[in-house]
Each structure stands twice: as C-alpha cells, then as structure tokens.
C-alpha cells in the first residue's frame, strides 16, 4: 500500500516532563509523510497544554483535542472513534507520552501487517529497551515471544504492551463496534490483546523499536536492575492486579463471546468457578490451558492462582 495513512493515537496527562521528546521522536519516523498525530489533552494542569499547543503550530500532521479528564482507558477509546470516524486512517498505533521511538518502528510495523490479509483484524507488537529517564540503556528488554500468542496466553499475560501496539482498520472496527463502556477494563492494552487474540491474528517483532522509560510514575514491572524487577512484582500483587486482571477477562468474555470458541469459553469459566477453594483451585491448575510465555512464568502463573491471587 503506497498511500497508505497511519494515525498516531497519544493521550496526554500532566506530561510536561517528557511528552515534547516522544512528539519529536514520532516526528522523526522514516514515513513521517503518511502520519498524523492525534494528541488528546486529558485534563492536564501542568504545562501539557502549552508544549502541545507550541508543537502544533510546529508540525502541520499534528491535532491537538483538549477534553476533561476522563481518565487514560476512556481518552484512549475516544481518539480511536475519533481516528476511526473522522479520519478513517488505514493504520492505528498508540503512543505513551514518556517514551522515545527508534526511527524505524512505524514502518516496520506496516512492513508487518502489509504481508497479512487486510480481511482480518490484525495487531502488531515488538519488544522495548528499558532505559532511565535520560534514555540510558539499562540491562533489560522488554518480554519476547517464545511461543505461540493465542487467546489460552493473552487471557493471563501481555506481551504487546501498549506502547508497541499497531492495528489495521479491520481490528480498529471490531475495538469500537464492540465497545461497551470502560468501568471494568484496567488494561486497554490487555484488553486489546484479547480482541485480536479471538477476532484475528497477532503478530509480534522480538527486535526493539522503542525505548521504554522508567522513571518514578512507572517503575511496575522493569525498573532499572532487578531488584526493582522484583518489588515491580510485589507491588503489583498488593495492588491486586492478577484480581483485576481475572474481573476484565469476565467481562471481556461476555463482550467477545461471538467470537470466542466454546473450549476456550470453558476454560475461562473453569477458570473463574474455580477459585473458590484451594482443592478446586488445585483441580483446576493441575489440568489448565492457559500459559504464558515461558515455563517458568508458566510456573508462577499457577503458584499465584493456587494462592487465590486471581479471586474474584
């Protein structure tokens, strides 16, 4: 496709700090002439609203929409209606405002999906460089694929953080028409990940193509050595987000459920009826579909599940 137009969707909240170096960089793409960034401003009451204003007079591809904030799940919904309705872009990719981008990763990502059908709903995703918030490397990358990604994976694990997220429009239609509202998703990346898992195919780069900041807003999950590795985990638990995790995959699954299979219907519902004491949750992990992406994770995965960490 040699005209083709890809939308760059960035919801902004008091990012004052970072958000004019992830503009540049999207700026900066190797098919910069076929993007248009939308940037939705979610209420912010730093200096956000000024930096974008300045960079939209800068750069003609760039749309500024002020809102009230309505938190990051619902701003990022409403820019992919508004690039869907009113733009009609070929292509979707989400941005973050604190994270930098090598200049390949757009056109690598359409590189991608151009070799699929465009018949199918399709989501591209790649691995990011942790770096500090000056951009420094650190010794991680983020998760790479080790195996097949199916709905038995995504249902418990994101590999295609959102960051690295690329649609076609057959998957941006099926997010929008299937919407029903935003109460009960935490993770507009997982929940992402499901849609394509059970509309389409998914298709995942294990090259970087992004960088991934870590600083004191978002340390969860990598941080800079591994001890944060280790208190990201920790964090995470106290927070309840395996809870969280298991109430969006409910709802996800009523949402979806014309496009889900009747085993992998089975296996959620075996899944969430089973947690109700440590025999059935034994019973049930001992026999269990669902994986991530390595044994050891895997592992982990099931030891959480037998402590109740999924309980609904």
Known sequence: MQNYRI????????GDKYIA?????IMKQKNRDHITLLVRNDGSTDKTGKILKKLENKYDNLRVINGPNIGLVASFFELLKTGLNEYNFDYYS????????????????VN????????????????????????????????????????YNTAIQNIVIGHNQVLNKKLAEVLVKHHQGYDNIYSQDLWIENVAAVTGKIIFDNTPHTLYRMHGHNQLGYGKGKLDRVLGHLIRLKKKEPQKMAKQLDDFVESYKDFISDEEKNEIKLFLCSQHNIKTRIDYIRRTKLYRQTAKETIQFKILYVLGAYCI
């Not at 170096?21 to 960089?25: D, F, L, M, N, P």
Request: with cysteine.
């Open 94 to 109: 989400f941005s973050d405002q604190d994270d930098y981008w090598l200049e390949d990763k757009l056109q690598t990502a």
């Open 112 to 151: 991608y999906i151009e070799k699929e059908s465009n018949n199918i709903p399709i989501l591209y995703g790649c691995r990011s460089i942790v770096v500090d918030d000056n951009l420094n490397k650190t010794e991680f990358v983020t998760q790479a694929k080790e195996c097949r990604i199916t709905f």
């Open 7 to 14: 939308g760059v969707l960035l919801s902004a909240y008091n």
């Open 21 to 25: 170096q992830q503009i540049e960089s």
